[in-house]
């Protein structure tokens, strides 16, 4: 589903390589957490899986395709089958819960009658169909970032990158998201999950990737936050 | 779905940037103002020009007594010159060339010129010897002048033979000069309004880049992202170019037929139906030139 191998990404006029010789493989409905100190490599590698950037030695597979030599004009295609979160949510602040979601279907020209259809069952599945005509600045973060989850998730992804979710979210809505995961990660959806929060990875006991100076150095299944 | 969106999101665009839009379109109108005048012109001398041309000749003047001693020695053109003229004209050399040719005498000259000049003080002084006699030569083809003028200069008898053509390219030059005067100011009017129109677009991106964000992660393609952009120069592009053809319609009837087709009723004038001629023009350049700047400011802009 997901294969790096030996991936490494310089940038120019940084010290030491951003990724070094990372090599990974993922399988379809795995739950990985991506650990590490801040600039250790986590966000460069999901960069490298959206395709925003290209490694500047080894190879990447993602859902198939050779992400080197993917023509420009494929990416978007390509980027369809992804689902991404951030930590600070990148809702839109002028549209509403359900015309946020709506708004990810309408750019890649799917019909009105879908869009009717699966925006507000997918504010069902995050618990937010009451919310549906609240604008970001009206919901909470727990509430935002279960938005920007539907709004993920509403195309159906094979592959779904959470780049610190949880970040700025307390530990009980936290957990809520959490929860939110697992179910999607259930349905069969793999999930890629960069995070700092040892809580929520030490209760996942799932596979745990840690990065650290863009090298891999522990890749363990049913692991916590630190090796024991 | 997809038109609809488009739409929407170029609505909020437009709403957004509405001052740079507005000087957009002034820009744009007053340039293609200035191509479309250009135009008139360049069509006011066509029309001109099948006009007089058909009307111009070859005037071969006969000396008079008053005429200057250098190039009429003898005075007054004898009966003998104007038979070898008519030989000439007559002869099989010449007679393929020319349409028509007729004699006009002193007294006719006179009362052509009685006529024409019927209100100005110089009539009353001019008498009928005073007035060269006229061979007035029609050409099949008018740019053959130089054959009839080099074969009967220099003989004697005649003082000048002068192509009439000549007076008209001077007016023509005139004509020109102020065309393309009105071409080169809508040349960097018109490069102005693609630099402003390449900013305006830039602005609009950066205003929207949160949209443009989620719409590259959700795998958005690049034609949908950029339609929306290309069409707010398209659209601003297309009404300065609407408005240009406004102007141009409004000279050609207020102006040239209103007041100069007024002034000056023998002369022929563009009208209406030559500036509508001009407008699928103006319209096509003013989109054109926008959407291919607003496409090239975008794509620099964004990339995948």
Known sequence: MISLSQITKLYKGAPRPALDNVSLEVDKGEFVFLVGASGSGKSSLMRMILREDVPSSGSIHVLGENLIGIPNRRVPHFRRSLGVVFQDFRLLPNKTAAQNVAFSLEVIGKSSGLIAEAVPDVLRLVGLEEKANSLPSELSGGEQQRVALARAIVNKPAILLADEPTGNLDPSTSEDIMALLDRINLSGTTILMATHDRGIVDRGRKRVIELSQGKIVRDESSSGYEVK | ?304
Not at chain 2, 257 to 286: E, H, K
């Open chain 2, 1 to 304: 779905m997809r038109a609809n969106f488009v739409f929407t999101e170029l609505g909020i665009a437009i709403r957004r940037n509405l001052s740079m839009i507005v000087s957009v379109i002034l820009v744009t109108f007053i340039s293609l103002t200035f191509v479309g005048t250009a135009g008139l012109l360049q069509q006011q001398i066509a029309s001109m020009k099948t006009y007089w041309y058909d009307k111009a000749q070859v005037a071969i003047y006969l000396c008079t007594k008053n005429s200057p001693q250098d190039i009429c020695p003898q005075g007054e053109a004898s009966q003998d010159v104007q038979s070898t003229i008519t030989g000439r004209l007559e002869s099989a050399t010449l007679k393929p060339y020319i349409e028509q040719y007729y004699f006009e005498n002193h007294e006719q000259a006179y009362q052509t010129f009685q006529e024409e000049f019927k209100d100005n003080a110089v009539a009353k002084y001019v008498t009928a010897s005073q007035l060269n006699e006229t061979f007035w030569v029609n050409l099949k083809d008018p740019d053959q002048a130089p054959i009839i003028i080099e074969s009967f200069s220099g003989l004697s008898g005649i003082e000048e033979v002068k192509d009439q053509r000549s007076y008209l390219d001077q007016i023509f030059a005139i004509l020109n000069i102020g065309s393309l005067a009105a071409i080169s100011i809508a040349g960097l009017m018109l490069f102005s309004a693609v630099l402003l129109i390449s900013t305006t677009i830039r602005l609009s991106a950066v205003m929207r880049r949160r949209e443009i964000g989620i719409m590259r992660l959700v795998g958005a393609s690049n034609f949908y992202i950029q339609l929306p952009f290309i069409l707010e120069g398209v659209v601003a592009g297309l009404i300065g170019s609407l408005l240009a053809g406004g102007a141009i319609f409004a000279i050609v009837s207020f102006f040239v037929q209103g007041f100069l087709a007024q002034q000056l009723p023998f002369t022929s004038f563009v009208g209406v139906t030559d500036a509508l001629t001009l407008l699928p023009g103006l319209l096509g350049l003013g989109a054109m030139l926008a959407g291919l700047a607003a496409f090239s400011s975008i794509r620099r802009y964004l990339r995948v």
